[in-house]
């Protein structure tokens, strides 16, 4: 599957990976749990997203081919290891420029910390993001092709 830039539609259960997405740059928004499986789909394929998901359901729908990506794994790190065998995934693709809590663009970057107008919370301060970073450098060694 070659996109310019994935966008995806991420399954709550996959929550902690949806906000390393983010962290590296990727649009990516939430799917309500009360939505059925048709409706998510139906979103992902409206919005030219992918469809992250642990649910093995949404496989058996005709439009999932090339909009689902169905991932295994229980873990945040084998779910990583696996959506990269699926999509190509640039973990230094444009870091922290998008806020991890809500999906908001960062207007200003700023080494010490980020604010973002979307959810009116400073993200984090340099520490942290000096820990993010070196999270997203170890991913970007290991899975990006
Ligand atoms: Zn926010």
Redesign the pocket.
């Known amino acids: 599957m070659t996109i310019e830039e994935p966008r995806f539609l991420i399954d709550i259960s996959l929550h902690r990976l949806g906000r390393w997405l983010r962290a590296a740059g990727y649009d990516s928004i939430f799917a309500e749990q009360s939505d059925s499986e048709y409706y998510r789909l139906r979103q992902a394929i409206n919005q030219g997203r992918l469809l992250l998901t642990r649910n093995p359901k949404f496989t058996e729908l005709r439009s999932a081919p090339g909009t689902v990506i169905l991932l295994e794994s229980d873990s945040l790190e084998d779910c990583a290891e696996e959506l990269c065998a699926h999509v190509s995934i640039d973990w230094e693709h444009n870091p922290f420029t998008r806020?991890t809590?809500?999906?908001?663009e960062l207007a200003e970057s700023n080494e010490q910390h980020q604010y973002?107008p979307?959810?009116k919370?400073i993200?984090w301060d340099g520490g942290h993001q000096t820990r993010m970073r070196d999270h997203l450098d170890n991913w970007h060694r290991k899975y990006t092709r």
């Not at 809590?101 to 908001?104: F, I, K, Y």
């Open positions: 806020c809590a809500c999906n908001t973002c979307g959810c919370q993200l």
